[in-house]
Each structure stands twice: as C-alpha cells, then as structure tokens.
C-alpha cells in the first residue's frame, strides 16, 4: 500500500499546482480585455475604413474597347468602303487636382478615429474592471464589519440570556437582540449575492477566466498613485474627426474643377484608299454647373464645423469635470481623515464603557444597542468613503488619459 500513499500525496501536490496555476491576474485579465469583441470589432472597422480609402483615392481602371465601325449592312465586308475598320481603344479618367488623394486621406483619418474609438474602448473596459474590483472590495469589507458585528451580538446576546436567567434583564431584550442578529445575518447575505452578480459581469469581460480571477493581485497602489496627464483616446477621436472633415471639405473644394476622360484610339482599315490606318485621340469633361457640387461643398464645410464644436464642447467638459472630481477628492479626503481620527476613536471608547455598563446591569439594553449600530454605523460610512475616494481616483485617471493597466 506504501507505493499507492506516495501516487496519492503526489496527485495532490500536483493538483494543488495546477489550482496556483490557474488563478488569472489582474495583469492577465488586462490582456484579456484587448481580445474583447467589442475592442477586436472597432480595430476590424479601423482596417475596414483604410481600405474604403484606397477604392476612394484611386482614379479606377483604365478602359479597353473593340469598336467595329462602317461595316456595310448587307455585306460586313471591311475593304469595301475606306471608312470600315476595327478600332482598339484606350480610355482613362485623369485628375486634374490631387482631390482623390484627399479622398484616401479622409478615410485613412476615419481609420485612425476608429482605431482611437477601440484603444477607448478598450480603456472603458478597464475602468468597468476596476470598478468591479472596488465594488467587490466593498462588499468583502462590508461583510467583514458585519460578521464582527455579528460576534459582537452573540456575545451580548449570551450575557442578555446570563443577566434574564438572573432576574437583571428582560425577555424583550433577548428578543431585540436575537432580532438585530438575524438582520445582520440578512445583510451578510444580501452582500454575497452582490458579489454573484459582480462575477457575472465580470466574465462578460474576461469570460470564464473571471472563475478563477484573483483579488488579492489588484495593484490598488496604482489607483491611489498621483495623477499625471497621459493619451486622452476619446479627445483623439475627435481630433481625428476633424481631420477627416477637413480633407473631405478640401476633396469637395477641389471637385469643382472636373475630371477629363482622355482616350486615344488605333483603327486598323483595309487600305483602300491607300490612306492607311487611322489613329484617334479624344478629352471629354462634364461643366461642373450642378447644384450638387455646391451643395456638396457646402455641407462638408458645415459638417467640419460640428465635428470641432463638438471636440471644443468635450474639451470644456473635460476641464469643468476634472475641478469638481479633484473638487469631491478633497472633500471626501478631509471627511475620512475626520471619520478615522476623531469620530470612530470616540464611539468605539463609548461602545466599550457601555457594554461594560451593560453586563454590569447598569444600563439597558437599548442604550447598548443603540451604541453598536451606531458604531457599525461608522464602520460602513468609513469603508464608503474609502469606496468613493478609489472611484473618484479612477475617474480621475481615466479622464486624464493615465494608464489605469499597471
């Protein structure tokens, strides 16, 4: 049996091994988001938009044509007249202004917005992992609270049934208490089945690796680390906007000047005339008198206009929110550092003198209930705070353009 003891102990360390090994990082759950539909579908898009912008910039194909011209109806005999002959022809549409080039530009720079909308897409991604992780932090704290204010309660509640047995209490005390218990034990389970859904939205972002995700590896230093300016991508999609609008209204400004169609043309005859063959060469243009190529014009002027509205509205934005998030920072930095060094010191010191009171039979029942919930009170308002500043750091950061990845 001795053999089999050892495959045991190895079977087990070896499963232990691959259980380690199968915990997904927060550094790996970061690569995981750059594989996300969403993400993947806006970089296919980008590429999409580019190779719109190569059919947009190209003049096309040049044409070939066979004509055959003045055959004789009843005959189709080509050396009866000297006018008979197969033509070959050749024909191409040629640009007289680099317009088309303009055209491959705007759609190259619809290409680079696209590619700017993903690398945002995949920040948004992100900052929804983080905020996950603050929730899920939250409620594992919150949890914490309550399951020592649960011990708590069982403690009181045993000297309430000493002091009842004793003829010091009342029967009403025990069942106040029992009744504060069962609606901690409630919020303990609330709190587990918010954690079930912040594991199911967290595999909608890394998939089924989310089972396996480990908390413990989150970089929280990184979220509370000062903030820096750094690539703001939603910004750098307008920009790129811009751009586009911009070549696109030079594209429409440079087609009022038409396009020619040259063609040249080889007619092979049967030489009656002795003339031999005849060669051809012909430049056609349309005269830009249509309405639609004002039209055209104007309505890709107006559409550059909105697009750098639009980039100077987000900016404006961006400014007023950065000064009321550092604005909220501040103020909820100064009413947590009161919370922690002040308030919570003074009700837990009175926590402590009335229960003491209290198994002593000094005071009832209420006053010391009364002084636990307080005291849990403040515990959660405490962790609320925490919970705020994390959120306000990563909106901080995000809008900032700073990486939210290490």
């Known amino acids: 049996m001795y053999p089999y003891k050892i495959l045991i102990i190895l079977a087990i360390c070896l499963l232990s091994l691959n259980v380690t090994r199968a915990e997904v990082t927060f550094k790996e759950a970061v690569e995981a988001l750059k594989e996300h539909a969403s993400v993947v579908s806006l970089e296919k898009s980008s590429q999409s938009l580019r190779e719109k912008g190569e059919v947009e910039g190209s003049w096309g194909d040049p044409q070939l044509s066979l004509a055959f011209k003045n055959f004789p109806r009843d005959t189709l005999a080509r050396d009866e007249t000297p006018m008979t002959g197969i033509e070959l022809g050749l024909a191409q549409k040629i640009a007289l202004t680099?317009?088309?080039?303009?055209?491959?530009?705007?759609?190259?720079?619809?290409?680079?917005?696209?590619?700017?909308?993903?690398?945002?897409?995949?920040?948004?991604?992100?900052?929804?992992?983080?905020?996950?992780?603050?929730?899920?932090?939250?409620?594992?704290?919150?949890?914490?609270?309550?399951?020592?204010?649960?011990?708590?309660?069982?403690?009181?509640?045993?000297?309430?049934?000493?002091?009842?047995?004793?003829?010091?209490?009342?029967?009403?005390?025990?069942?106040?208490?029992?009744?504060?218990?069962?609606?901690?034990?409630?919020?303990?389970?609330?709190?587990?089945?918010?954690?079930?859904?912040?594991?199911?939205?967290?595999?909608?972002?890394?998939?089924?690796?989310?089972?396996?995700?480990?908390?413990?590896?989150?970089?929280?230093?990184?979220?509370?680390?000062?903030?820096?300016?750094?690539?703001?991508?939603?910004?750098?999609?307008?920009?790129?906007?811009?751009?586009?609008?911009?070549?696109?209204?030079?594209?429409?400004?440079?087609?009022?000047?038409?396009?020619?169609?040259?063609?040249?043309?080889?007619?092979?005859?049967?030489?009656?005339?002795?003339?031999?063959?005849?060669?051809?060469?012909?430049?056609?243009?349309p005269l830009p008198f249509s309405s639609s190529k004002y039209a055209g014009k104007a309505q890709a002027y107006y559409e550059k206009e909105s697009v750098k509205k639009s980039l100077e509205t987000y900016k404006t934005f961006k400014e007023n929110e950065l000064k009321s998030l550092k604005t909220q920072l501040s103020r909820v930095t100064y009413e947590l550092h009161i919370l922690e060094t002040k308030t919570i010191r003074f009700a837990e010191n009175s926590q402590k003198i009335t229960s003491k009171s209290y198994a002593l039979g000094n005071l009832s029942y209420s006053d010391l209930l009364q002084s636990d919930l307080k005291l849990q009170e403040l515990y959660l308002r405490k962790i609320n705070f925490q919970t705020a500043m994390d959120k306000v750091n990563l909106s901080l950061k995000y809008l900032k353009g700073e990486k939210l990845n290490e």
């Open 98 to 285: 680099p317009k088309y080039s303009r055209k491959k530009m705007t759609w190259d720079s619809y290409g680079d917005a696209e590619a700017f909308a993903a690398r945002d897409q995949n920040r948004e991604l992100l900052k929804n992992l983080w905020l996950l992780l603050i929730n899920e932090k939250l409620i594992r704290e919150k949890t914490n609270v309550l399951k020592g204010n649960l011990n708590s309660i069982n403690k009181i509640l045993k000297t309430s049934k000493r002091l009842y047995a004793n003829g010091r209490g009342t029967q009403q005390a025990v069942l106040d208490f029992q009744i504060r218990k069962t609606e901690i034990e409630t919020e303990i389970r609330s709190l587990e089945f918010e954690k079930e859904q912040i594991n199911d939205q967290l595999t909608y972002l890394i998939g089924e690796k989310a089972k396996a995700f480990d908390f413990n590896s989150t970089p929280w230093k990184k979220l509370r680390s000062s903030h820096t300016s750094g690539d703001d991508f939603k910004e750098k999609v307008l920009e790129a906007k811009v751009q586009a609008k911009e070549y696109q209204h030079q594209a429409m400004q440079l087609n009022m000047v038409p396009d020619i169609h040259f063609q040249v043309g080889y007619t092979k005859r049967s030489n009656i005339d002795n003339r031999g063959d005849f060669v051809s060469a012909m430049v056609s243009f």
